[in-house]
């Protein structure tokens, strides 16, 4: 599939999922391939726009969680990430992708469970935390946490 359709359709995803975004400030939104090696620059975009945010390490953690299930379970081509301020202290981010096909779920884990605690570190770590489906486009997981 050529780059500008993927940039189209990325394009329309998160243009929905803003059109959900509480009453806030966006700060920032960028567009990856769905490549392991790009979580590395989703962690660097937040780096970059959180750096003096005491919130800033909590959300690249989150964040990384967040687009390596997209990357492992979704099919999608790509994943965006929004940085929102929705509150004075409040932070929302979240991570967008074409997945159509199941819900992103808190599993039970057990200690000898490998994997599946990306969603359940989401659950300790952010305020709250939910999913948007975009019907016909693909889904929106994204946490709040405290930020500056």
Same mark, same amino acid.
Request: aromatic share 6%; with cysteine; charged share 25%.
């Given at each position: 599939?050529?780059?500008?359709?993927?940039?189209?359709?990325? %394009?329309?995803?998160?243009?929905?999922?803003?059109?959900?975004?509480?009453?806030?400030?966006?700060?920032?939104?960028?567009?990856?391939? !769905?490549?392991?090696?790009?979580?590395?620059? =989703?962690?660097?975009?937040?780096?970059?726009?959180? @750096?003096?945010?005491?919130?800033?390490?909590?959300?690249? &953690?989150?964040?990384?969680? &967040? @687009?390596?299930?997209?990357?492992?379970?979704? %099919?999608?081509?790509?994943?965006?990430?929004?940085? @929102?301020?929705?509150? *004075?202290?409040?932070?929302?981010?979240?991570?967008?992708?074409?997945?159509?096909?199941?819900? *992103?779920?808190? *599993?039970?884990?057990?200690?000898?469970?490998?994997?599946?605690?990306?969603? !359940?570190?989401?659950?300790?770590?952010?305020?709250?935390?939910?999913?948007?489906?975009? *019907?016909?486009?693909?889904? =929106?997981?994204?946490?709040?946490?405290?930020?500056?």
């Amino acid at each position: 599939m050529p780059t500008t359709r993927v940039n189209e359709d990325a %394009r329309e995803i998160v243009t929905a999922t803003l059109a959900e975004l509480p009453t806030g400030e966006l700060i920032r939104t960028r567009t990856f391939a !769905a490549r392991a090696d790009q979580v590395a620059y =989703a962690r660097a975009f937040i780096r970059t726009h959180l @750096a003096d945010d005491p919130a800033c390490d909590t959300v690249v &953690l989150l964040v990384s969680e &967040l @687009a390596t299930n997209s990357i492992r379970h979704s %099919r999608s081509r790509f994943f965006a990430v929004t940085l @929102a301020r929705i509150g *004075p202290d409040r932070l929302r981010i979240t991570v967008i992708d074409e997945g159509r096909a199941g819900i *992103p779920y808190l *599993p039970e884990i057990t200690v000898d469970t490998e994997g599946g605690r990306g969603i !359940a570190v989401i659950d300790c770590l952010a305020t709250r935390w939910g999913i948007t489906r975009l *019907p016909d486009l693909g889904t =929106a997981v994204w946490f709040e946490c405290a930020g500056r």
